[in-house]
């Protein structure tokens, strides 16, 4: 059987870790060429040596238009074309209302929200070049229901659900697909980090987190064109958490 994403070339935002670096893992295995985009330059790096010819690290800090630009032309450059953009990087930052300040809203909505519509404005025309092409906005089960005291992540969340509806009705007769991954509870650094979050780890179906790679399958999916008929779609992995009320 062949690879599943032979031949593609990917650029992945926040993959020096967690889930993006499980993600660039898996689609070097599966025959692409992947661009590692992150501000953690040592880790960043580090995993690109691990994965060799097929992998390149590039500082991305997601809320900087110019460095996507470079991160694109770094694909282009270096692998020849753009068909794959996972914007995978994200904060996780909790506060209750009262408390959580207006610069910390700003921050997390840079990042979560406004770091993918500048990751799609810089890739747009080399994704149209290399049609068929996918964008996977990872958004979170955070984008599907509220969580209390995560404004600014549920709200960045939401958003890139919606984001997601806008560019995929865009680009779509540009060849250019735009789906979106809503991921419950993953073990990563993320959930490892912040105090105080009111996410309940056992509030699912199954009663445990995920693993990174089990959501890295539903995005070499989503990227691969195993997924030719799917297209502004919201994809949940998370256990069931949000299938409702036991
Ligand atoms: N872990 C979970 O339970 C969970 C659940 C739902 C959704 N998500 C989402 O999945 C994505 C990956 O999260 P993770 O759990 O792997 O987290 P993580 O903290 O392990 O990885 C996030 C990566 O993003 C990078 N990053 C942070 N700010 C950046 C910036 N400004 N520019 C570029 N890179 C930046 C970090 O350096 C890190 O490598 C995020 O969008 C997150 O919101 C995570």
């Not at 889930?19 to 880790?43: C, L, Q």
């Not at 590039?58 to 991160?71: E, S, Y």
């Not at 560019?167 to 959930?191: F, K, Q, Y």
Request: include cysteine.
């Amino acid at each position: 059987m062949s690879a599943r994403l032979s031949g593609r070339v990917a650029l992945i935002s926040g993959a020096a870790s967690g889930m993006g670096a499980s993600h660039a893992r898996a689609f070097v295995a599966e025959g692409a060429s992947v661009v590692i985009g992150d501000i953690a330059d040592e880790a960043g790096a580090k995993l690109a040596a691990e994965l060799g010819d097929a992998a390149v690290f590039t500082h991305l800090d997601v809320t900087r238009g110019a460095d996507w630009d470079l991160a694109v032309a770094t694909a282009v450059e270096r692998f020849g074309k753009l068909d794959v953009l996972v914007n995978n990087a994200g904060i996780l930052d909790a506060g209750p209302i009262g408390t959580y300040t207006e610069k910390q809203w700003q921050h997390t909505l840079s990042i979560n929200l406004t770091g993918p519509f500048l990751g799609l404005t810089a890739a747009r025309d080399a994704l149209v070049s290399a049609r068929p092409s996918s964008v996977v906005n990872i958004s979170s089960a955070a984008g599907i229901q509220g969580v209390p005291g995560v404004h600014a992540y549920t709200a960045s969340k939401f958003g890139l659900r919606g984001l997601t509806k806008s560019a995929a009705l865009e680009l779509a007769p540009h060849g250019v697909r735009v789906n979106s991954v809503h991921p419950g509870g993953i073990l990563t650094p993320m959930l490892g980090a912040p105090e105080g979050t009111t996410l309940d780890r056992g509030a699912n179906t199954l009663k445990r987190l995920g693993l990174p790679e089990e959501v890295t399958s539903l995005v070499v999916y989503l990227a691969s064109t195993e997924s030719s008929y799917c297209n502004g779609a919201e994809y949940v992995v998370d256990g069931g958490m949000t299938a409702g009320r036991a």
